[in-house]
């Protein structure tokens, strides 16, 4: 290993974390550079008015990677934050007096599946066992791949697994061939939305994210989302990470076709490794020379980017009724929505929105007798025309809606109100056209398709997140992190002999 061999990651997000506790763990010097105040880049939390408020991802899947991700530097989820599983899971309200809760034992999931639909509980049975193959195959043979070149999936074994996979298959044909009631189609189709793309334009490789969501349940960390970000800067910080927050970067230093550090807005720092954990096309198309660039403008606008979102944070002086921690509002068209966000891009017309109310479960993000509540709607990326006066009629929309489905009155009740939307993704995370999760994972953009994680033109230049492999999401984003500190340990030259000694010797 070459001896004090230093890494600056820039970003402090999953990703940029994840990636500096494993090179940490192997006995490499880390810095993590941010721009903001705090960790977590879209995972930031802020306070107001008694609320605490979450600022980005609000559904806690896949806890086997959380668990698996604290194991690997000798702690456990358990030791940072209380985890809660969440019954129901989350509720999808179709109309007036039509609402579906899903349960969170499979003997009940399947009761309701077949209440809905008769002969469908058995359909379902054969659909989560093909999705818990998925996600085995899926968690055991491809997301630890960086995606270099199709040869990483040219091993028999992958190859043979890979037909079972439904590659070819798109996620909305799929659901459709098995279930004809609309309410359970869009419910089987809801998670892959997560992509960043349709269900007719997502692999049904994808249907993985429902065994995650109807089997291995959806959690809730107890103070908020931000728990995990803070407890993963704890065990980064444990290891030997050093954070400099409120230092945004301005420029990669390229020497010979070498990465050699960056320059922030408090000076320079060197570096034999330079990894990007902020957006890929800000960090490739603002900090580098356009020489050193591998990708054009053309090509990055040619990506098919994940939608953006309006959101809105806001507190109530008073509690709600009839809403669960979860609520998918599906009582408007979904393919009108859909056209809108990924056919002919627009603000949509008669939007779907999802409301979270965290509040319902824990009692320490707001005050007593209030409410927490966080609403969602997916929009196009990249639409501009992002005004207050737009923001406020899709408020009163949203509002119409809850307080007409729900029978209450809600916006006499606000306290505190805050919106965030394309202009803030552009301006807080520098996001690519505004997006707000990434890469949609569409077939032309999975795996070896997507934007690559090393730099061919520049040695010692690394990229994380989700506009590369896996993809979107938090617990892919955690998996990007340990990849590419892989790929990074081999630039230099530390051997799994020597990551094993030093892991001991830190621990």
Known sequence: MQKNSHVVIIGAGFAGI??????????????????????????????????????????????????????????????????????????????????????????????????????????????????????????????????HSIMEFADLRVAKAALKLHMLKDMGSYVDKLFTDTRLRQI?????????????????????????????????????????????????KSLGVSFKYEHPVTQIEIKDARATGVHTSHGYIAADVVIGGADYHHVEQHLLPAEHRQYTEAYWDKRTMAPSSLLYYIGLNKRLKGLDHHNLFFDTPFAEHAAEIYKNPQWPSDPLFYVCVPSLTDDSISPEGCENVFILIPTAPDLGNDTEELRDRYYNMVMDRLEKLTGQDVRNAVVYKRSFAEKEFKE????????????????????????????????????????TTPGPGVPPSLISGQVVAGEVLKDLRVSPQQQTHESAATL
């Open 18 to 147: 994840s990636a500096a506790s494993y090179l940490a763990k192997a006995g490499i010097n880390v810095t993590v550079v941010e721009k903001h105040d705090q960790p977590g880049g879209r995972a930031r939390s802020f306070k107001a008015v008694g609320f605490t408020f979450d600022m980005g991802p609000s559904w806690y899947w896949m806890p086997d990677v959380f668990d698996q991700y604290f194991a690997d530097f000798g702690t456990t989820v358990a030791e940072h934050y209380d985890l809660v599983r969440l019954d129901p899971s989350y509720q999808v309200v179709f109309g007036q007096d039509d609402a579906v809760e899903l349960p969170a034992d499979r003997k009940s999931l399947l009761a309701l599946f077949e209440k809905i639909e008769a002969g469908s509980a058995v359909k379902l049975e054969k659909f989560l066992a093909e999705a818990e193959y998925k996600y085995r195959v899926g968690m055991a043979e491809f997301v630890q791949k960086p995606g």
């Open 428 to 467: 807080d995370y520098n996001a690519y056209k505004g997006n707000a999760y990434g890469l949609a994972n569409t077939l032309m953009q999975t795996a070896f398709l997507k934007p690559k994680m090393r730099s061919p033109k520049v040695k010692g230049l690394f990229y994380t997140g989700q506009l």
């Open 188 to 236: 089987l189709k809801f998670p892959v939305l997560f992509l960043g793309a349709t269900p007719e334009d997502t692999p049904a490789l994808y249907s993985l994210m429902n065994y995650a969501d109807l089997e291995l349940g959806t959690w809730y960390p107890l103070g908020g989302m931000h728990q995990m970000v803070l407890a993963m800067e704890r065990v980064a």
